[in-house]
């Protein structure tokens, strides 16, 4: 069976996410499933996505089939959970004050996929995720958390690592250039 992965960032969790996404092969059959705290603003990150990854990336929509080698991204103000073939999206109440919120991705996830769920929390502010990390965890997931050295706001992978011992952290490194 394929992979699911679910994948969490938040201030500075975009350059982790695009180095992660152009890592990937084009054939890749895992389906993964992205959210990132942008609440109600607009967003171009499955055209970003598109131009780095070898996979096609778009916003998920209500009903849409879980396809293998597929980036499906939460798309403005809606949290998106997993059933066992399709995404749904709701508007349900804010989770850490936010919405697109990871948490209720990752535990509906580790709800219906169990072990074949792979969670990666980036560089982010707060503690969302870190219940999801748990849910995930218990259902025979792998956690893997962004390393705090290299995320530029290391609140959410700290957050998840105080949760549950995650499986490992991942090394996604930043270069700066100019002054």
Known sequence: MDAIVVIAGSAG??????????ALLTRCTASFFIVIHIGSYPSMLPSLLARTAGLHSAFAYDGAPIEAGRIYVAPPD????????????????????????????????????????????????????????????????TALVQRLQDALTPSMPLSAMAAVHPDCSICLRFTFTGS
């Open 78 to 141: 809606h949290h998106m959970l997993l059933e066992p073939s399709r995404v749904r999206l709701n508007q349900g109440p804010k989770v850490h004050h936010t919405r697109p919120a990871a948490d209720p991705l990752f535990i509906s996830a580790a709800k219906v996929f169990g072990e074949r769920v792979i969670r990666i929390v980036l560089s982010g502010g707060g503690s969302n995720g870190a219940n999801g990390l748990r849910a995930i965890k218990e259902h025979g997931g």
């Open 13 to 22: 969790g975009f350059e982790a996410l695009r180095r992660f996404v152009a």
